[in-house]
């Protein structure tokens, strides 16, 4: 099944302890998208500016992903500038400056109306529900949110919850919509507000999920050279989708998949900074640690 992205593509500054990058590609729906590509059938949505160069298209065109709603406005495209210790689960930022993402209204191309699969990347909670009822009939409606979106317009998320069948969150965020700091708690009232699946992220110590009759876990994939993290939640989610959308699946077994294609996406991502492992991945190094993950995760009775 094709998938539908809605979200921010950007120019990203980023400073890690392994180096430093000005103004490079990224943005959730372009991390989202590229993960996803290598899956499915993607369809972007989101805005730049008329600085926005060429070869960044043509990339999301070879990888194969459906930019007809790629919007171009006068005005600069969005940037974020942020910095990382060696703790490298969380980006100090420095500079936000959403320019023509300020005033962002998606509105979806015809052809991308009949969407079976529809991910609500990182945005205005107002704007996703807004997308939603621009989509005819979806199978799988699936989002992110932030706390910035949880302190700052709970009732507009809460609403646009209602219509979500997965949310995945980090686990701070998770602790902070259901106000409790046990997270098994914390899913269960999460779930309440609709989404029948919640997948807590949990960067370098893997992912949860839970449902509502099972809970998973899975580990962070164990790697050498960690690069950038900007993006790894992103990546996570259109593996997660990306895989959902290929098998066309939703049980517990296609989920937990999900989750490791998820965590194998989040993987390579961080490998390099922006999307410059993505650039180079083949599918076949997907597969071969897609299976290093589940050896990672097996064990037998003695």
Request: aromatic share 10%.
């Amino acid at each position: 099944m094709s998938l539908l992205v809605v979200g921010s593509v950007a120019f990203d500054s980023v400073k890690t302890p392994f180096g430093e990058v000005e103004e490079v590609l990224g943005g959730s729906a372009t991390y989202f998208s590229t993960a996803a590509s290598y899956f499915t059938d993607v369809s972007l949505v989101a805005v730049v500016g008329d600085d926005f160069p060429e070869a960044h298209l043509t990339f999301l065109k070879e990888r194969g992903i459906n930019i007809d709603g790629l919007e171009r406005s006068a005005g600069r495209t969005f940037r974020w500038k942020g910095e990382y210790s060696y703790q490298l689960n969380e980006a100090k930022t420095l500079e936000t400056e959403l320019n023509v993402f300020e005033t962002f209204h998606p509105n979806l191309p015809e052809s991308y109306r009949d969407a079976p699969v529809v991910f609500l990347a990182n945005i205005d909670p107002v704007l996703q529900l807004d997308v939603l009822r621009q989509v005819k009939s979806p199978r799988l409606v699936a989002c992110d949110t932030m706390n910035f979106w949880i302190e700052g317009k709970l009732g507009e998320l809460i609403k646009t919850l209602a219509s979500v069948d997965i949310l995945l969150i980090n686990d701070g965020e998770a602790r902070e919509l259901a106000n409790e700091v046990n997270l098994v708690k914390a899913a269960r009232k999460i779930m309440s507000f609709g989404p029948k699946i919640l997948v807590v992220k949990q960067g370098e110590y893997g992912a949860l999920m839970f449902n509502e009759e099972t809970m998973f876990s899975a580990p962070a994939f164990p790697l050498e050279s960690v690069f950038d993290p900007t993006g790894a939640g992103d990546s996570f989610a259109g593996g997660f989708m990306g895989y959902l959308a290929k098998c066309g699946e939703m049980d517990d077994a296609a989920i937990r998949q999900a989750v490791i294609y998820g965590s194998t996406m989040a993987s390579f991502n961080v490998e390099a900074f922006s999307l410059d492992r993505m650039r180079s991945l083949r599918e076949e190094e997907i597969t071969t640690r897609y299976q290093a993950f589940k050896a990672l995760t097996t064990f037998e009775n003695v």
